[in-house]
Each structure stands twice: as structure tokens, then as C-alpha cells.
């Protein structure tokens, strides 16, 4: 199981992003790889040509495509989200320290009542609740005080008959509930899988007990 004190954990309490070289590499050799099988098929066509099935012959001829399109989306979305994450940070660290924060898919909010203008691509947890910022503005373009903020759950959907988890799922006591769909960490363009999902709602639970009720003390005084 993943616990909530492992490196990436901890760099999305600091506000760090990763060194993206290692994945840069790792899109350089997937391209390559897929590139090289491309070249390869056409230099033995007779290979293509043995297969019997039509069907086999194109899905081997559509992988090596698919690989090398994989690799190139691979350095697109890091180099994008690394930018587009760093200008949000100055934004953040110009004001107050955050104990956390949570890279989203810009494109995944989802709200009762939608957001209109810049969509968010990193949500932080201080002492005062939750807030979104978008690269292009200096404020966020959402804040949720902890005195609104309910629960925290892992949000699913139903895909091929099947319930799998998509986002964390922010219940609100006004209704307007807001779903992220969290990415990997800051500067990454790939979304969370079900396990670091999960993670991530315990840790924004244990930030919710810990700074709500400190809050709501400091609110009674």
C-alpha cells in the first residue's frame, strides 16, 4: 500500500517539481523504439505479407505508429505541464507558505456550478482551506475555506460495466461539490492512477482535521 510519507508525497508538500530529464529520456527511447519498428517493417515487407489475417497485418503495422505518437504526447505534456506549473508556483510563493499542493488536468474540473474563465491546474491546502490557480492569474480563481469543505472522497465512474476511480470528489456544504482529476505530480502532464488517488484523499483528510479544527478553534476565540 502507499503511504502518504513517500517522495512524491513529500515534493507535492514542498511545491517541487521533479527533474524532468529522466522522463524526457524515457519519451526519446519510446519514440526511437517506435520509429526504428516503423523503419523495420518496411524494410521486410515480406514479413507483413507472411501474416494471413488483414487484421494482424494492420494492428502490427499501426503499434510501432502508436509507440513512437505515445513517446511524442510523453515530452509534449511534460514540457507543457513543467512551464505551465512553474508560473503557477511563482504565483503561489509570492503570498503565503501552503502545506500543500495538488496538480490537476486543467481540463478536469467539474463543479455544480462550473467555473467560468481559467481553469485551475494546481489546487493548495493552507491553514484557511483550499485554492485553485491557473498560470494566468495572480489570485486564485477559486477558494474553498475549510468552513465549507465537508469531505474528501475518491470519485469514480462507470466505464465498461465497471466502477474505476477517475478524481478526488470534494463535497462542499452548499452543494457545490467540485471533482479534480489530479496528475502525477507538479510538472508531469499524466493523470494519478487509483493508488496514489487514494493516497492523496487521506492526505487531504489528516490536512482536514489537523488545520479545519485548528480554524474553526481560532474562529470560537
Do not use: N, Y
Amino acid at each position: 500500500m502507499t503511504t502518504t510519507d513517500e517522495p512524491w508525497v513529500q515534493r507535492l508538500r514542498d511545491g517541487t517539481v521533479p527533474r524532468r530529464g529522466p522522463v524526457l529520456l524515457a519519451a526519446v527511447v519510446t519514440m526511437a523504439v517506435g520509429v526504428t519498428a516503423s523503419v523495420a517493417e518496411f524494410a521486410f515487407p515480406d514479413f507483413l505479407r507472411s501474416i494471413d489475417t488483414g487484421r494482424m497485418q494492420t494492428t502490427l503495422f499501426l503499434v510501432p505508429l502508436l509507440v513512437a505518437a505515445s513517446g511524442i504526447v510523453l515530452a509534449v505534456s511534460t514540457l507543457s505541464s513543467g512551464r505551465s506549473d512553474r508560473r503557477t508556483l511563482a504565483r503561489i510563493r509570492a503570498g503565503r507558505a501552503q502545506r500543500f499542493h495538488l496538480p490537476v488536468l486543467a481540463s478536469g474540473l467539474r463543479t455544480t456550478d462550473d467555473l467560468a474563465g481559467p481553469r485551475p491546474a494546481i489546487w493548495t491546502v493552507d491553514e484557511f482551506g483550499l485554492h485553485a490557480w491557473a498560470p494566468s492569474r495572480d489570485t486564485p480563481v477559486l477558494d474553498l475555506p475549510w468552513a465549507r469543505v465537508r469531505r474528501f472522497a475518491v470519485a469514480t465512474k462507470a466505464d465498461r460495466g465497471q466502477r474505476v476511480a477517475f478524481g478526488i470528489w470534494i463535497t462542499t456544504t452548499d452543494g457545490a461539490d467540485v471533482v479534480v482529476q489530479p496528475r502525477t505530480a507538479l510538472g508531469r502532464g499524466s493523470e494519478a492512477g487509483a493508488g496514489k488517488l487514494d493516497t492523496l484523499v487521506r492526505v487531504l483528510r489528516s490536512l482536514q482535521r489537523e488545520l479545519g479544527s485548528d480554524r474553526g478553534a481560532a474562529d470560537r476565540h
